[in-house]
């Protein structure tokens, strides 16, 4: 039996600018129908490497395949690829459907041919008879449409997005996470996107990569990024964490007895590598994983107790949360408010009690510590 062909396979590709590496020996595969983010921050490398795959920037070094095949000498127009960009280029002079034929009549493809195939895609992305209209008649998210549609008709192999969400409103954005996610499926087309934005990432992707300083850090899915980041940085970045610095006092059995500076004493676990008696860690607790009470019973049992006064409460539907000022450090601890109901009329200066498990506090050695 043939060994499946992954639609995009980079080995070992850099890119250097001067002495600079902007992307350092990073290699992955993705396979078929497949969408896949390349999560970072900016200047991390991600836009560069996509510009390599697109075939807009020569590797340094390093090989990149699509479809089994060699991509280093074929030009951008003859790559099985098409890009969505930022800011999507569509042509305002053109209608919708001259602008989504266009690449099609570049190719020499029929009159007849073309207008089929125009308005099949625009049925695919729910637009049908949007062909006669203008670009400027369009919304936001329409627009983001015959983009993708453009795309499309050419039939790519794989379709590059940069950061295509990046200059719509927010609430347009978490519409079109799903409107994404939902056309990448309807036409089974590899995606690989780029995004500075986890919840894009974590909301629209089968396999993500988290980049940093030219390398990915680690790739999965969003699950596994999430709940067991296998580096300090991945903790940090992807979701949200309360972020403790401290030094390990006890270590046995994969659990750890830290000490802030302040004097908080944690008990957590080695997230990845071993940690001894003295070193240095960092130390991340997610705030939905912090149990609030009223009174110390409500959290009795839990390995890791405080208690303090509410510093302020950042209502925002359910995603709201409580800031808690540590009453025997001074530190502050963010909590993510139940939507039980019980805790909605917390105000400032409420004493507080909160407690959290030892397997939601996680333990990297600290930047430059056993690295």
Same mark, same amino acid.
């Given at each position: 039996m043939a060994e499946a062909v992954n639609d995009l396979d980079c080995?070992?590709?850099?890119?250097?600018?001067?002495?600079?590496?902007?992307?350092?020996?990073?290699? @992955?595969?993705?396979p078929p129908g497949t969408f896949f983010s390349i999560l970072g921050p900016s200047g991390c490398g991600k836009t560069t490497l996509l510009r390599m795959i697109a075939g807009f920037l020569e590797p340094t070094s390093g090989d990149l395949l699509i479809k089994g095949r060699s991509m280093l000498d074929v030009p951008p127009n003859k790559r099985p690829v098409s890009m969505v960009?930022?800011?999507?280029?569509? @042509?305002?002079?053109?209608?919708?459907g001259a602008n989504i034929g266009f690449g099609l009549r570049r190719r020499g493809v029929a009159k007849a041919e073309i207008a089929?195939?125009?308005?099949?895609?625009?049925?695919?992305?729910?637009?049908?008879?949007?062909?006669?209209?203008?670009v400027d008649e369009l919304s936001g998210g329409q627009k983001q449409r015959v983009a993708i549609a453009r795309c499309m008709v050419l039939e790519p192999d794989v379709l590059l997005l940069d950061e295509p969400l990046g200059a719509l409103d927010l609430k347009?954005?978490?519409?079109?996470?799903?409107?994404?996610?939902?056309?990448? +499926?309807?036409?089974?087309?590899?995606?690989?996107?780029?995004?500075?934005?986890?919840?894009?990432?974590?909301?629209?992707?089968?396999?993500?990569? $988290?980049?940093?300083?030219?390398?990915?850090?680690?790739?999965?899915?969003?699950?596994?990024?999430?709940?067991?980041?296998?580096?300090?940085? $991945?903790?940090?970045?992807?979701?949200?964490?309360?972020?403790?610095?401290?030094?390990v006092e006890e270590a046995g059995g994969g659990t750890l007895k830290v000490r802030t500076p302040s004097g908080l004493p944690l008990m957590g676990t080695a997230a990845a590598g071993s940690l001894a008696v003295g070193d240095a860690v960092d130390v991340f607790v997610r705030p939905e994983a912090v149990r609030l009470s009223p009174t110390s019973e409500g959290v009795a049992g839990q390995p890791n107790v405080s208690s303090g006064l509410v510093d302020s409460v950042?209502?925002?539907?359910?995603?709201?949360?409580?800031?808690?000022?540590?009453?025997?450090?001074?530190?502050?601890?963010?909590v993510a408010l139940p939507q039980t109901g019980e805790f909605h009329s917390l105000k400032r200066d409420?004493?507080?009690?909160?407690? +959290?498990?030892?397997?939601q506090t996680l333990c990297f050695a600290a930047a430059g510590e056993g690295s």
């Open positions: 080995r070992d590709i850099s890119k250097n600018f001067a002495a600079f590496k902007a992307v350092r020996d990073v290699t @992955f595969s993705v960009f930022q800011h999507l280029a569509l @042509f305002p002079m053109m209608n919708v089929k195939r125009v308005e099949a895609v625009l049925e695919r992305v729910g637009l049908p008879g949007a062909g006669p209209r203008g347009l954005r978490e519409h079109m996470k799903i409107e994404l996610k939902q056309l990448q +499926w309807e036409f089974n087309t590899t995606f690989v996107y780029i995004t500075h934005d986890q919840s894009e990432a974590l909301v629209m992707s089968d396999q993500i990569a $988290v980049m940093n300083h030219g390398v990915f850090e680690q790739v999965g899915t969003a699950r596994d990024l999430y709940y067991n980041p296998e580096t300090a940085f $991945v903790a940090g970045f992807v979701g949200e964490s309360n972020r403790f610095a401290g030094k950042l209502f925002n539907g359910a995603n709201s949360r409580v800031l808690i000022r540590d009453a025997a450090t001074g530190g502050e601890i963010d409420d004493p507080i009690h909160i407690g +959290w498990d030892t397997a």
